[in-house]
């Protein structure tokens, strides 16, 4: 026994101070961390002449980790579980599954090389570089409760590599260029669709694939790429521009289109607590349809009254406003027809040193220009057709 603890004892002497050595040295890691947050929203609509009543249940759920391997490499995992309802406006259950738009799944995994700050590489599952709210604004920080209606403008996430830089030598211009699936991974957006060309070369679907050592081989040869530059005066101006294009089905019927482009242009800023943002977006052939188009532009206002030293620590209140308008035209049906939605909003922070660790958000939304929409029982992703009022409860760390 004693031998054991005198062994012991000398293992201990030497091995602790070379554990705390590694663990003091300029070369350790600095991971990982554990992030997440959940959204909890309850929201109803007043006009739509049937069982009204409130929808609450799990908007967005979030759990990921993120942190450096090695100095120069980086890594962000995240699952999602969205539209998680558990109650209905006739007050019956429904399982994640029985609920229209409710998913889980990977929503991120990249992992970025950043040995030359002004040329990394970003390789994994990630957002599409389109757009200014989708790819600055994660879903725990946006100023409402829902995007805007662009986003079925834009690509959302997607499987592939780019090349990027925040911040090009100190100039305020960023970049990123990337190329991937040909088809978007996440739904409600421009470039996913039955329509969409497929992945795969004639040798491999996606039923009965057969992977080359766990590798899906033969691919299509089809690919999505886009591209963003913008450039940030901070904190007064943010203005940035970017684009996509895919290839589509190229079936012999006449709605079908050869290929599918969007593109973006935005600005955001402020200074002292008020702040702005506006953003156009414009697409051709979505989901591969030939003769459509879309465009979308909204302007948002809000200002941050703590920031602006009208209220107390304790009581961080946002009141913000943002006009959209939503504009589809398909010359192969002779639709032309808008969408306007005003939403009100009023954003509560418990914390104003750390405003996205708990926060209430209230909405109301006004729409305009609603016919062929009420008529048609569809609207754009985030478009809202009748008057609505929502609440939402968020926590995170």
């Known amino acids: ?5 005198v062994a012991f004892a000398v293992a201990a002497a030497v091995l602790v101070p070379g554990v705390a050595l590694a663990a003091d040295s300029s070369n350790a890691d600095t991971g990982p961390v554990l992030y997440g947050y959940a959204q909890i929203t309850g929201s109803n609509q007043f006009g739509t002449h049937g069982p009204e009543g409130l929808i609450f249940g799990a908007h967005r759920i979030r759990l990921g980790v993120k942190g450096e391997a090695v100095p120069g490499v980086t890594y962000n995992f995240q699952y999602k579980w969205d539209g998680a309802y558990v109650t209905s406006p006739l007050n019956k259950t429904l399982g994640v599954s029985s609920v229209p738009g409710s998913s889980s799944g990977v929503q991120e995994a990249e992992i970025n090389f950043g040995f030359i700050p002004a040329f990394q590489l970003e390789v994994g599952k990630f957002r599409v570089p389109l757009g200014m709210e989708r790819t600055q604004f994660s879903d725990n920080n ?4 829902q995007r805007s209606m ?6 959302d996430r997607s499987v592939g590599a780019a090349f990027h830089s925040p911040d ?3 100039t305020g211009i960023y970049y990123k260029l990337g190329i991937f699936d040909n088809h978007s991974l996440n739904g409600n957006n421009a470039f996913n669709s039955g329509n969409t060309a497929i992945p795969f070369g004639a040798g491999q679907s996606g039923v009965g694939m057969a992977p080359v050592g766990g590798v899906l081989s033969n691919g299509s040869g089809h690919y999505l790429f886009a591209g963003m530059l913008g450039y940030k005066l901070n904190p007064l101006l943010n203005v940035e521009i970017s684009g996509a294009r895919a290839d589509a089905k190229q079936f012999t019927a006449l709605a079908a289109s050869k290929n599918i482009t969007a593109w973006n242009v935005g600005a ?3 200074l002292m607590g008020l702040k702005y943002m506006a ?5 051709v052939s979505p989901n591969g349809i030939e003769g459509a188009r879309e465009q979308d532009w909204y302007v948002a206002l809000a200002a941050n009254l703590h920031e602006m030293t009208l209220t107390p620590d304790w009581l961080d209140l946002e009141p913000a406003v943002r006009f959209e308008k939503f504009r589809m035209v398909n010359n192969q049906t002779g639709v032309d027809a808008s969408l306007a939605n ?7 922070y418990v914390n104003p040193n750390n405003p996205h660790a708990a926060e209430v958000q209230l909405n109301y939304v006004v729409p305009t220009q609603t016919a062929y929409w009420r008529t048609h029982r569809v609207a754009p992703v985030n478009g809202y ?3 609505t009022l929502a609440l939402q409860f968020q926590a995170g760390f």
């Open 142 to 145: 946006l100023w409402f409760i």
């Open 168 to 170: 090009v030598m100190g």
């Open 268 to 270: 955001r800023g402020g």
């Open 385 to 387: 057709i009748y008057n």
């Open 1 to 5: 026994m004693k031998k054991n603890l």
């Open 150 to 155: 662009n986003q079925s403008l834009g690509a």
């Open 342 to 348: 005003t939403t009100i909003g009023l954003n509560y």
């Open 279 to 283: 953003e156009y977006s414009a697409d």
